[in-house]
């Protein structure tokens, strides 16, 4: 049984930082591309952020460039995003999901690529 277990949110000012953990369990975690999603309250679910199963490309969605990093530890089984700069609007709860690599050379950006979902752990900045 797979679980995606995030971890990492909380509070924080704006032009603070987190990280976010997700922590991945049974599967075997160097076949899955990996991405993290953000959905805000009375939104749709949007990309932040991915990484490949290498963990050699990365890709970040414009609105979190150059404040956002997205990190894995293939060891660990545990991806991560570190977030700075933080903004009202990046208040989210934030999801990773997982996505069978199938020899694709990178993480997609589209949430319905993904297979498999954590329960999502809570952003808050405030202004």
């Known amino acids: 049984q797979v679980q995606l277990v995030e971890s990492g949110g909380g509070l924080v000012q704006a032009g603070g930082s987190l990280r976010l953990s997700c922590a991945a369990g049974?599967?075997?975690?160097?076949?899955?591309?990996m991405g993290w999603f953000r959905q805000a309250s009375g939104k749709e679910r949007e990309f932040a952020a991915a990484?490949?199963?290498?963990?050699?490309?990365?890709t970040d969605a414009d609105s979190v460039k150059g404040r956002f990093t997205i990190s894995r530890d293939n060891v660990k089984n545990t991806v991560y995003l570190q977030m700075n700069s933080l903004k009202p609007e990046d208040t989210a709860v934030y999801y990773c999901?997982?996505?069978?690599?199938?020899?694709?050379?990178?993480?997609?950006?589209?949430?319905?690529?993904?297979?498999?979902w954590g329960q999502g752990t809570q952003v808050t900045v405030s202004s």
């Open positions: 999901g997982a996505t069978q690599s199938g020899g694709t050379r990178y993480a997609p950006s589209t949430f319905r690529r993904y297979n498999y």
């Open positions: 990484i490949t199963w290498r963990g050699d490309i990365t």
């Open positions: 049974g599967l075997t975690f160097t076949d899955y591309h």
